[in-house]
């Protein structure tokens, strides 16, 4: 099995097919199909979802889904069902996955102060998935010769043998201290098309960096996937404040109106 997957992806490689460019111009290796990943999204947030305690509380969940349904309902594939969970955690944190999944801890609720700063984490999120992200991540595990359970259970032959290996590949091994995180071009590019996004679906971007300085405020507590791995505050505030001319009249464009934003109440 091993040699037949080496013979494989040498071929792939060879054949030049695995090539792919990310949607800022970027060059990705990608193994796996859409398929694949959306296969290995599903059943991560499954075991996620067994792990990790669900908000049952009913404002916190109506606000959270009004947030991404509006980002969701921005994406180029518009039609697919995105399923929302919001998990009862300290953790400052959100995650997005293939397969249309995203994750909300109930710390983020306190960093991310108002439905925009909220709304720049969740574009970041869906930003990873849009840009393969997790396909390049567990494409590159593989390569490097540390992905065969990865690839065996992506490719059906041993079914879920090693889930932690599996899901830190996914960018979200916070149970064994993210092997593979996102890297910096990875997280730069998720925060570029993740600020357009959530002006397109009518969020203010310049709130995007409160939202980082809250974050650098915040530093202590480093929560896996918004804090320990990205660019440095400093920086990625800056590349956001370039961005916001040319976000600013997308926004601008899409702006609800005051009574249908996305309020938190009780
Ligand atoms: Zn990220």
Redesign the pocket.
């Known amino acids: 099995m091993k040699t037949l997957l080496i013979l494989f992806t040498t071929l792939i490689l060879l054949s030049g097919c695995a090539t792919h460019q990310s949607p800022t111009g970027r060059n990705q290796v990608l193994l796996f199909s859409s398929q694949e990943l959306e296969q290995m999204g599903t059943s991560s947030f499954a075991q996620i979802k067994k792990q990790e305690k669900i908000s049952q509380d009913a404002a916190t969940n109506r606000y959270v889904d009004c947030v991404a349904s509006r980002i969701t309902a921005v994406l180029p594939n518009s039609g697919l069902p995105w399923d929302v969970v919001v998990f009862e955690s300290e953790q400052v944190n959100a995650f997005a996955l293939p397969g249309g999944h995203i994750g909300v801890y109930t710390g983020l609720l306190h960093v991310a102060e108002n439905e925009h700063q909220l709304a720049t984490v969740i574009g970041?999120?869906v930003a990873?998935v849009l840009a393969k992200h997790s396909n390049e991540q567990v494409s590159r595990a593989q390569l490097s010769g540390i992905g065969m359970q990865i690839a065996d259970a992506a490719l059906g032959a041993g079914g879920i043998s090693n889930k932690e290996l599996y899901m830190a590949a996914l960018g979200l091994g916070a149970q064994v201290g993210f092997i593979l995180p996102?890297g910096r071009k990875q997280?730069s590019e998720?925060d570029i098309m993740g600020v357009e996004l959530m002006a397109r679906a009518g969020f203010d971007p310049s709130q995007s960096i409160a939202l980082w300085q809250n974050m650098a405020k915040h530093g202590g507590e480093q929560g896996p996937?918004?804090l320990s791995t990205?660019p440095s505050h400093g920086h990625r505030i800056d590349d956001l404040a370039q961005m916001q001319q040319q976000v600013m009249p997308l926004y601008q464009a899409s702006k609800p109106a005051a009574e249908n934003s996305c309020q938190f109440t009780k």
Do not use: C
């Open positions: 970041h999120e990873h996102y997280e998720a996937e918004l990205h």
